[in-house]
């Protein structure tokens, strides 16, 4: 391995260097990335020692900004990470929900409580179930499942107030 052509502190270590690539390790806290990033090819210098002719187009003394081998590194990655959201959205597409949202959900728990359990329950039990659907992480959902069938919705309703039969 050969030295670093930069300080260790600034993160990055040169690993090897050839023609046409550069393999740098850049370290993030205590792991290390390590990439190989493509160097475009330079023009080779001038050997002749004659002057060059004058051109037809004004020299501009517009400064080419050089990119360094972090600079590289770091549009390398945000390019990869592009490319890996834009496949895991194609491959897990967001479902749509197609449950309402739990205020909701407990809204209309209670209202249909107060509408079918009116009859059979006192003031005093349908405060307390409607307590129960309010405070109980799932209790609407199951309230909402029961619904259907009288006999097992007035059981479950009686279980979550420990009301006991007489029977």
Not at 80 to 95: G, H, K, T
Request: proline letters at 6%.
């Amino acid at each position: 391995m050969d030295e670093p052509d930069e300080e260790e502190d600034s993160g990055e270590e040169i690993l090897e260097k050839s023609q046409d690539a550069l393999v740098c390790r850049f370290f993030l806290s205590d792991t290390f990335l390590l990439t190989k990033l493509q160097v475009p090819p330079k023009t080779p210098a001038q050997v002749s020692g004659r002057k060059r002719a004058a051109s037809a187009t004004p020299i501009s003394n517009v400064k080419k900004s050089r990119t360094t081998p972090a600079e590289k590194l770091f549009t390398g990655i945000s390019a990869s990470m592009e490319r890996v959201s834009e496949v895991l959205s194609a491959a897990f597409p967001s479902s749509s929900n197609t449950l309402p949202p739990t205020p909701v959900r407990k809204q209309t728990a209670i209202k249909n409580a107060m509408r079918l359990e009116r009859t059979w329950l006192t003031g005093r039990q349908l405060v307390s179930f409607i307590n129960v659907l309010e405070k109980e992480t799932f209790a609407a959902e199951g309230y909402e499942v029961v619904m259907e069938d009288e006999d097992l919705r007035k059981e479950w309703v009686k279980m979550k107030l420990n009301i006991l039969d007489d029977e």
